[in-house]
């Protein structure tokens, strides 16, 4: 069975910034893509970015710019770099195993961890 963990979350100001991690175990992968996506209390799980397994990135608009990310294949472990952070970045932040087609769709991802608070305050 898949297990993730994030880590890394935590209380910041406005311009901070943090670094999350996500390690998976379980079982051993050749090789798998992952997403981050993040959910703020009475909204919907939006989709952050996406790593897939080569390393190559691709971000939500409202991060482009701010947000980078990198992966460690042999840690099983890929990283949310967030950088300028802002208060409507508050959220907890999920990352997920991609299983299908559409990597802005939260059904496409079949395995997601605890999820880590990241607050931003102004």
């Known amino acids: 069975q898949v297990q993730l963990v994030e880590s890394g979350g935590g209380l910041v100001q406005a311009g901070d910034s943090l670094r999350l991690s996500c390690v998976a175990s379980?079982?051993?992968?050749?090789?798998?893509?992952m997403g981050w996506f993040r959910q703020a209390p009475g909204k919907e799980r939006e989709f952050v970015g996406y790593?897939?397994?080569?390393?190559?990135?691709y971000w939500a608009d409202s991060v482009k710019g701010r947000f980078t990310g990198s992966r460690n294949n042999a840690k099983n472990t890929i990283y949310l770099q967030m950088n300028s952070l802002k208060p409507e970045d508050t959220a907890v932040y999920y990352c997920?195993?991609?299983?299908?087609?559409?990597?802005?769709?939260?059904?496409?991802?079949?395995?997601w961890g605890q999820g880590t608070q990241v607050t931003v305050s102004s």
């Open positions: 997920g195993l991609h299983t299908n087609s559409s990597i802005y769709e939260v059904a496409n991802y079949n395995y």
């Open positions: 790593i897939y397994r080569g390393g190559y990135t």
């Open positions: 379980g079982r051993t992968f050749s090789s798998y893509a």
